[in-house]
């Protein structure tokens, strides 16, 4: 079992986000998973410009760390988005890096995976940021499996106990991926992500030739 955490905080392991993130990993460590750690914000990862070309070919215009680092994440079971609040919402580094995923959206690529995600706050917001991301989780076909938001001004005895809360977390990460878990309040939204997803490849088959052939391969056609 494979799980990865993806951070795109500028101060990497001197912040505040970094050791939530490690303590969720050696939950899921201690729960049998082989984990690793990317920060993307010290990656070179560029902005999408719209181009359309990866729904027509698979590959971007951009040659950069992007496709090495989504590599690994369809490799792994499990993945855990991470990322400060900045201006109520993720850092820079983390939109860019999801907006780089429009195809693995359309194709539904995160079906069967498990994640959820983990950001804190200056003063207020870690819960909304953190629930945003795994919003993307789902919409990339992944169950989310819980969140961690941490307020900082709120979290007056300091980050321990929210450590220990992320330990957990990602300790249930790796446990609904060992028994893989169903999460039904979640199946609906799938549903319609996958036949709203086909509907769009469908209208533009003649376009979108790579999404087209990846939807076929999918149905077994
Ligand atoms: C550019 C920038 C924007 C921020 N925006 C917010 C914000 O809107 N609300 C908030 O509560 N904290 C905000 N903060 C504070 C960070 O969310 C907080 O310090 C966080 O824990 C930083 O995580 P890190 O140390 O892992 O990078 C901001 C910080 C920066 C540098």
Redesign the pocket.
């Known amino acids: 079992m494979r799980i990865t955490g993806v951070i795109a905080?500028?101060?990497g392991k001197k912040?505040?986000?970094?050791p939530l993130l490690e303590a969720a990993l050696k939950g899921a460590g201690d729960e049998g998973a082989k984990t690793e750690i990317i920060n993307i914000a010290k990656s070179e990862i560029n902005y999408c410009n719209g181009c359309l070309k990866c729904f027509k070919s698979g590959k971007c215009i951009h040659d950069d760390d992007f496709e090495k680092i989504f590599l690994k994440l369809m490799k792994s079971d499990g993945i855990i988005f991470a990322s400060?609040?900045?201006?109520?919402s993720v850092t820079g580094q983390m939109k860019t890096f999801f907006d780089r995923m429009a195809d693995a959206i359309h194709c539904q690529m995160f079906e069967g995976k498990y994640g959820f995600s983990i950001s804190?706050?200056?003063?207020?917001?870690a819960d909304e940021v953190s629930e945003y991301m795994n919003q993307t989780l789902r919409v990339l076909g992944a169950d989310t499996t819980g969140h961690i938001g941490m307020?900082?001004a709120d979290a007056e005895e300091g980050a321990k106990p929210w450590e220990n809360k992320a330990y957990e977390e990602g300790k249930k990460l790796a446990s609904a991926i060992r028994n893989n878990e169903k999460f039904p309040e979640q199946e609906e939204f799938h549903k319609y992500m996958q036949e709203r997803m086909e509907k769009l490849i469908t209208a533009n088959k003649k376009e979108w030739k790579h999404e087209y052939k990846y939807l076929k391969k999918k149905k077994g056609e």
Do not use: K, V
């Open positions: 905080s500028p101060r912040g505040n986000t970094y400060p609040n900045y201006i109520n804190t706050a200056g003063g207020s917001g307020d900082i």
